[in-house]
């Protein structure tokens, strides 16, 4: 079975600090992980997934498979952080990439004071 | 706008009736999935589809539940005998399916309240 755990429902951090919302996992094989952000009143949406190895608005995560986290973080908050953030989980093939369906963690709400 | 459709965005209904809800994914999208997502939960997996043919379904979904997708284009889930349980946000998403191209792109929901 897999499963995604985010530890913290809540997380609110000054502008200009840094971020970092905690995401591990637990699957038996070699998944696929990614961040999706919800703004308010839009639609979840992708930020970043570990294969693209990308940055995205200032976002960065790592996958460590030894402790089984894939941390999503951010060296400068700004106020249009604010969103609800899902880590998710899919299997992925011998080649590393992903099919079928996403295991989401519960989400942290963040949000960037001024 | 190209992205997934999903209508209607609310729904009310009274226990025991039955709904449908319909899902229109991106055009060129083959894989299309629908998960739903309750209050202070991320979204759960519901089941999902290849084409016009269903590939896997979750526990969740109990007989009261069926989704389709004729001819491989749009989808319907509806359920039938609704229970107050059933109130929740049911999101469909759709992806490429290809492996370097399976991003799931998510439409807005709908929003079921069984009173």
């Known amino acids: 079975a897999q499963r995604v755990t985010q530890p913290e429902k809540l997380l609110s951090v000054f502008k200009g600090a840094p971020v970092e919302l905690k995401c591990n996992y637990s699957y038996s094989g070699s998944p696929e992980l990614f961040w999706y952000v919800q703004y308010s009143r839009q639609r979840l949406q992708l930020l970043l997934r570990?294969?693209s190895r990308e940055s995205i608005k200032g976002f960065t995560a790592d996958l460590n498979k030894g402790e089984t986290s894939f941390h999503l973080k951010k060296p400068f908050a700004q106020e249009e952080d604010s969103a609800m953030y899902y880590c998710?989980?899919?299997?992925?093939?011998?080649?590393?990439?992903?099919?079928?369906?996403?295991?989401f963690g519960q989400g942290t709400i963040l949000t960037v004071h001024p | 706008d190209t992205g997934v459709s999903q209508n209607p965005r609310h729904k009310i209904t009274k226990r025991g009736q039955n709904v449908t809800f319909r899902c229109d994914p991106i055009?060129?999208?083959?894989?299309l999935y629908w998960y739903r997502q309750t209050l202070g939960q991320g979204p759960e997996f519901l089941t999902y589809f290849q084409n016009e043919a269903q590939l896997e379904k979750s526990r969740l979904l109990s007989d009261r539940f069926s989704a389709e997708r004729p001819k491989g284009s749009f989808s319907t889930l509806e359920i039938q005998r609704t229970e107050q349980g059933d109130s929740a946000m049911y999101l469909c998403a759709s992806s490429l399916g290809q492996t370097l191209k399976n991003i799931q792109y998510f439409g807005a929901g709908t929003r079921l309240s069984v009173l």
């Open positions: 055009s060129e999208h083959n894989r």
């Open positions: 998710a989980l899919s299997p992925s093939n011998a080649g590393g990439t992903s099919y079928g369906k996403l295991t």
């Open positions: 570990h294969i």
